[in-house]
């Protein structure tokens, strides 16, 4: 019987070291997101590259790019990216955050790792 027991605990042990137990997995999900607003004047472009291990997200990138002829909208969205991500950054770190107005659009690139 003790043979026995010690041969499916010895079987067992190389099950699991052959078999790859823990073995972490990468992946990538990305989610794109296009909107056009006609009346406040502006379109949205945005991307969110997620990257997660067995579950659980390990960083996020968000590319947003709005764009519109009125520049007082682009102000708006600009001024209001920068508040929300620097609020972000400050209550759980972790972002880096590069927001560009150039006029025609408004370009936010933010790097979140978790």
């Known amino acids: 019987m003790k043979k026995i027991v010690c041969g499916l605990i010895v079987l067992g042990g190389m099950t699991l070291l052959l078999?790859?137990?823990?073995?972490?997995?990468?992946?990538?999900?990305?989610?794109?997101?296009?909107?056009?607003?006609?009346?406040?004047?502006?379109?949205?472009?945005?991307?969110?590259v997620v990257n997660y291990k067995n579950d659980l997200v390990t960083d996020v990138e968000t590319t947003e790019i709005v764009t519109s002829d009125d520049t007082t909208v682009l102000d708006s969205f600009e001024q209001q990216l920068k508040q929300i991500y620097q609020a972000?950054?400050?209550?759980?770190?972790?972002?880096?955050?590069?927001?560009?107005?150039d006029g025609q659009k408004v370009t936010s690139i933010v790097k979140i790792d978790y």
């Open 19 to 48: 078999s790859g137990c823990g073995k972490e997995t990468a992946q990538t999900m990305t989610c794109t997101l296009t909107q056009k607003d006609v009346v406040n004047q502006y379109e949205l472009d945005a991307t969110y």
């Open 88 to 101: 972000m950054q400050d209550n759980y770190g972790g972002y880096d955050i590069n927001i560009q107005n």
